[in-house]
């Protein structure tokens, strides 16, 4: 299958290293092009669990993590334009791939390289950068998820540096990371959990540091990147805890808003794949005398995903202008949750769509159709589930419109989103009253409606610098449609309450008309 989809190719701003990201991005685009398409097939391949050891090796060997790794380290500094492209590039071929770039770049090099000890990250990155090694990062706990602040793996002191106990699970890179940034609460001398988190480093090369691999799981997606149980009994020196300066929630923040601003990078070269899989296929197949892309419907997807896709190509700009790694977005919760929830709804609402589209023959974990909504899928669960962020998105706005006194939705997303609200059309339907305490779901629609108003602030500007205007028409209505489903919700807030007892078996039975 011949897949012809133009590299990302960076052009602007003049005074940065330009022809240098070409060609590193030309380098990258060559390897797993050739890796994923050449010496092994790769419907074959991410249908098995794991990656065969030459495509690790080749891909790190052409050391995409200098995307993340400051200059003095030997990457590009960190530089967004670098990310983005990069992982656009991966996640183009393999989302497995794309994620487990994003997994070593956002949840470990970057919080390594801004806040860890200047030795300690030297040591570490360097080898990172020359592609020798990986990195992960571990929050999540069993009875510890959304709750995370709650965890139980505990720090101490112990003389020459930490000890640190505790259980994690769903680490992406389980078993092969040679580096850990592990997540714990401080422990008194009594037992008790003080507030607060902080992050350490795990070497694996060090025996005292090791953390043990309790259990593999099977994972339904994302065969590429393996995930399990872990068991955490370390001891790490004093210069391996994270310095977050203004305390650890704090640090947390950054890196996950840091983390949650790469998603236009993995979700653009997913729905790149994806638009051009759609195109490709209903251009081909034929039903009933006429190609799928001559009905209406299928137009409809297929416009979508195009629309998705210059939507997310719009936040992979903002992210590169606004998500700098110097820049603290501790604060930046709205812009950083609404370009992880846009790009992961839109990765999973277009996977889905592809598979309608290429019909029985996608439902095949050696399909990219099958795989792609298996893959998509946990983007809208993992670091923060998207119901959540949605409900902080709108509860956000609701605390906006307390402080200005107003009830009246329209009076506020005019004033905070004028050019979205332009762009998607969006009149008289935007004129909503809020009541004083709307329901969690209805605060979950307006961080909804939210989210895409700011994904169409940042499609007006690219709009305004030359996107090309058929791309934009999609992008604009794809969200202004999906704005006019949530507005209608908030209009009419129909009551849905959770039946107390089940059904069973045959419940239909007592009914048949006799
Ligand atoms: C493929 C994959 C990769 C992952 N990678 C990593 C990783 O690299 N490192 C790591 O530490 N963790 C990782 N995780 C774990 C992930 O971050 C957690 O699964 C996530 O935080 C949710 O926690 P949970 O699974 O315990 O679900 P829970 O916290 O039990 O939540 C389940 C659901 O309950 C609902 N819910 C929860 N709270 C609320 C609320 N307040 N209001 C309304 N609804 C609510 C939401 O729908 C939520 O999705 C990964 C998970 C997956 C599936």
């Given at each position: 299958?011949?897949?012809?989809?133009?590299?990302?190719?960076?052009r602007?701003?003049?005074?940065?290293?330009v022809?240098?990201?070409?060609?590193?991005?030309?380098?990258?685009?060559?390897?797993?092009?050739?890796?994923f398409?050449?010496?092994v097939?790769?419907?074959?391949?991410?249908?098995?669990?794991?990656?065969?050891?030459?495509v690790?090796?080749?891909?790190?060997?052409?050391?995409?993590?200098r995307?993340?790794?400051?200059?003095?380290?030997?990457?590009?500094?960190?530089?967004?334009?670098?990310?983005?492209?990069?992982?656009?590039?991966?996640?183009?071929?393999?989302?497995?791939?794309?994620?487990?770039?994003?997994?070593?770049?956002?949840?470990f090099?970057?919080p390594?390289?801004?806040?860890?000890?200047?030795?300690?990250?030297?040591?570490?990155?360097?080898?990172?950068?020359?592609?020798?090694?990986?990195?992960?990062?571990?929050i999540?706990?069993?009875?510890?998820?959304?709750?995370?602040?709650?965890?139980r793996?505990?720090?101490?002191?112990?003389?020459?540096?930490?000890?640190i106990?505790?259980?994690?699970?769903?680490?992406?890179?389980?078993?092969?990371?040679?580096?850990?940034?592990v997540?714990?609460?401080?422990?008194?001398?009594?037992?008790?959990?003080?507030?607060?988190?902080?992050?350490?480093?795990?070497?694996?090369?060090?025996?005292?540091?090791r953390?043990?691999v309790?259990?593999?799981?099977?994972?339904?997606?994302?065969?590429?990147?393996?995930?399990?149980?872990?068991?955490?009994?370390?001891?790490v020196?004093?210069?391996?805890?994270?310095?977050?300066?203004?305390?650890?929630?704090?640090?947390?923040?950054?890196?996950?808003?840091?983390s949650?601003?790469?998603?236009?990078?993995?979700?653009i070269?997913?729905?790149?794949?994806?638009?051009?899989?759609a195109?490709?296929?209903?251009?081909?197949r034929?039903?009933?005398?006429?190609?799928?892309?001559?009905?209406d419907?299928?137009?409809?997807?297929?416009?979508?995903?195009?629309?998705?896709?210059?939507?997310?190509?719009?936040?992979?700009?903002?992210?590169?202008?606004?998500?700098?790694?110097?820049?603290?977005?501790?604060?930046?919760?709205?812009?950083?949750?609404?370009?992880?929830?846009?790009?992961?709804?839109?990765?999973?609402?277009?996977a889905?769509?592809?598979?309608?589209?290429?019909?029985?023959?996608?439902?095949?974990?050696?399909?990219?159709?099958?795989?792609?909504?298996?893959?998509?899928?946990?983007?809208?669960?993992?670091?923060?589930?998207?119901?959540?962020?949605?409900?902080?998105?709108?509860s956000?706005?609701?605390?906006?419109?307390?402080?200005?006194?107003?009830?009246?939705?329209?009076?506020?997303?005019?004033?905070?989103?004028?050019?979205?609200?332009?762009?998607?059309?969006?009149?008289?339907?935007?004129?909503?009253?809020?009541?004083?305490?709307?329901?969690?779901?209805?605060?979950?629609?307006?961080?909804i409606?939210?989210?895409?108003?700011?994904?169409?602030?940042?499609?007006?500007?690219?709009?305004?610098?030359g996107?090309?205007?058929?791309?934009?028409?999609?992008?604009?209505?794809?969200?202004?449609?999906?704005?006019?489903?949530?507005?209608?919700?908030?209009?009419?807030?129909?009551?849905?309450?959770?039946?107390?007892?089940?059904?069973g078996a045959?419940?239909?039975?007592?009914?048949?008309?006799?």
């Open positions: 299958m011949t897949i012809t989809s133009e590299r990302p190719v960076a602007a701003p003049e005074n940065r290293r022809n240098e990201l070409n060609a590193y991005f030309a380098t990258l685009d060559d390897t797993v092009r050739r890796v398409r050449g010496r097939d790769a419907d074959y391949m991410e249908s098995n669990r794991g990656l065969p050891p030459f690790l090796r080749d891909i790190m060997a052409a050391r995409p993590l995307a993340f790794v400051p200059d003095q380290y030997g990457g590009f500094g960190d530089d967004p334009m670098a990310i983005q492209g990069m992982l656009d590039v991966m996640s183009y071929q393999s989302m497995s791939l794309g994620l487990m770039m994003g997994i070593n770049g956002a949840l090099v970057q390594v390289a801004k806040y860890a000890d200047p030795q300690v990250a030297e040591r570490i990155l360097t080898r990172m950068a020359e592609g020798h090694a990986m990195g992960g990062l571990m999540t706990e069993p009875e510890y998820g959304t709750d995370a602040l709650s965890m793996t505990s720090w101490t002191r112990n003389g020459e540096g930490y000890a106990n505790g259980t994690k699970h769903w680490a992406g890179l389980t078993g092969w990371a040679d580096y850990w940034l997540m714990a609460r401080p422990q008194g001398e009594d037992g008790t959990l003080s507030q607060g988190v902080d992050l350490f480093i795990c070497e694996q090369d060090h025996p005292e540091q953390i043990e309790v259990s593999r799981y099977p994972n339904l997606g994302l065969y590429g990147i393996p995930y399990g149980r872990n068991h955490i009994d370390v001891e020196p004093l210069d391996h805890r994270l310095n977050g300066g203004r305390g650890g929630l704090r640090m947390m923040l950054d890196v996950l808003h840091h949650r601003m790469q998603f236009p990078g993995m979700a070269g997913f729905l790149r794949r994806l638009a051009d899989e195109v490709r296929h209903t251009r081909e034929a039903v009933s005398g006429s190609s799928l892309i001559d009905y419907q299928v137009q409809a997807r297929v416009a979508r995903m195009q629309g998705r896709l210059a939507l997310v190509s719009a936040l992979s700009l903002y992210a590169i202008e606004h998500a700098g790694a110097d820049v603290d977005l501790s604060r930046e919760a709205v812009a950083s949750n609404a370009a992880k929830t846009v790009c992961s709804d839109y990765m999973h609402d277009s889905q769509s592809l598979l309608q589209l290429v019909g029985a023959r996608g439902y095949a974990t050696d399909h990219i159709a099958g795989r792609s909504v298996v893959d998509a899928r946990p983007f809208q669960i993992f670091e923060g589930s998207n119901d959540v962020l949605y409900a902080q998105i709108g956000r706005t609701l605390e906006q419109m307390r402080k200005r006194k107003t009830d009246r939705l329209g009076d506020e997303l005019r004033a905070d989103y004028p050019e979205a609200v332009d762009l998607a059309g969006l009149g008289a339907e935007l004129d909503v009253t809020i009541s004083e305490r709307p329901a969690q779901r209805r605060i979950v629609d307006l961080g409606i939210v989210s895409r108003l700011h994904a169409l602030t940042a499609l007006a500007e690219i709009a305004r610098r996107f090309p205007a058929d791309h934009v028409a999609a992008g604009a209505g794809t969200a202004g449609e999906e704005i006019r489903h949530r507005l209608t919700a908030l209009r009419s807030d129909v009551p849905l309450t959770p039946a107390s007892a089940p059904l045959s419940s239909w039975m007592p009914y048949i008309a006799s």
